[in-house]
């Protein structure tokens, strides 16, 4: 029996059992200063002169029309009819769609100076602007298409009128702009809202419809002087706006190592239970919680599992994007090699032999 543990280990040096494959940890990276640029960007362009704030009215948009000192035109509520006009008392139908409200306020006012008022004074209040539609979805109470009004503008606005955040929304938003939000040539035309990116998926490394990455940024992360608030960006037709689902990683010597979703009140120990537990490989007495700093860096958390299990140790709460990883004991592993090493010879031995039969 001499030959035996030597013959052991030399096998077990030779057919070291596969590591579990590590998974991929860029889909947890946080967001860069390159999307904070991005942010400033939209949100300069879209708070100037001739931005987003100026709508193009489009079929289905309804309105309030007011011509000062003409009882037969107060309050007029009209809706842009399917081939883009509205229809005014005693003025007609008048072109609509393609204009901003202060285009259409100024065709409004030249048709009644031809014959009708010498000076006329008109506002134009626009109460939904149903052919601007935003698509808000993932980790929000009531996901789907949302028609843009007076009072809901802004990133915040439509996460308000999604109905909020769930219990399952991580701490990331991700924001597809629309390329034609700034698009008002006067032609009636009404923006389709791009497809929504996949929630498990999206990233910031992942293109969007447009071919452009969206804009990613976290709700709680603190904005710097001089930075605009992401959240009071404005919106327009056509963008996206999508609430990740809290993820964090398992990585290392579990059954089942990946990416999971996040929950509050997750821990490093829950997380050994929801990928499959520990194989007999891991040191528990130090598992390894990597996490991302906002400036990019890294720390390693430290905890030991064996003591949490045994109710003597202090487990460590999970946040969204930090990957456990369990390491491999080198005490454990020669005894877990010779068994796999075996386990895995007599497995071929019974297939051949049932094979010869």
């Not at 709508?55 to 309804?62: A, E, I, K, T, V």
Request: hydrophobic share 40%.
């Amino acid at each position: 029996m001499r030959w035996f543990v030597p013959l052991a280990l030399l096998l077990a040096a030779a057919c070291t059992p596969p590591r579990p494959k590590p998974t991929d940890e860029a889909a947890l990276a946080p967001a860069g200063a390159h999307d904070e640029n991005r942010i400033a960007d939209v949100y300069r362009q879209r708070t100037g002169p001739g931005g987003a704030a100026d709508y193009c009215l489009g079929p289905g948009d309804l309105l309030t029309v007011n011509v000062f000192a003409w009882d037969a035109m107060k309050d007029q509520q009209v809706r842009v009819s399917s081939s883009g006009s509205i229809s005014l008392p005693m003025v007609g139908d008048i072109p609509a769609a393609g204009k901003t409200e202060n285009e259409l306020r100024e065709a409004i006012e030249q048709k009644l100076r031809n014959g009708y008022m010498r000076d006329p004074h008109v506002t134009v209040f626009v109460q939904r602007f149903q052919s601007q539609q935003v698509s808000v979805t993932g980790a929000v109470a009531r996901p789907g298409l949302y028609s843009l009004s007076k009072d809901s503008r802004t990133i915040y606005d439509l996460l308000s009128q999604a109905g909020g955040m769930t219990e399952q929304a991580g701490g990331r938003v991700l924001f597809s702009p629309s390329a034609d939000a700034s698009r008002c040539d006067g032609a009636a035309h009404a923006p389709a809202p791009r497809p929504a990116p996949v929630v498990q998926q999206a990233s910031a490394k992942t293109p969007d419809a447009g071919g452009l990455a969206p804009i990613e940024f976290e709700l709680d992360a603190p904005v710097a002087p001089g930075r605009p608030n992401p959240l009071t960006i404005p919106v327009a037709g056509g963008d996206s706006i999508v609430v990740t689902r809290g993820r964090f990683m398992v990585d290392g010597w579990v059954a089942k190592p990946g990416l999971y979703s996040f929950t509050p009140g997750m821990t490093a120990y829950g997380a050994m239970s929801v990928a499959g537990g520990a194989m007999y490989p891991a040191d528990l007495k130090d598992a390894e919680i990597v996490r991302a700093n906002r400036d990019g860096t890294k720390e390693v958390l430290h905890v030991d599992l064996a003591a949490v299990g045994r109710g003597e140790g202090k487990d460590i709460a999970l946040r969204e994007g930090d990957v456990v990883r369990f390491n491999a004991s080198a005490l454990r592993m020669v005894p877990y090699s010779v068994y796999w090493v075996f386990n895995n010879l007599f497995r071929v031995g019974a297939g051949v032999s049932v094979a010869g039969v």
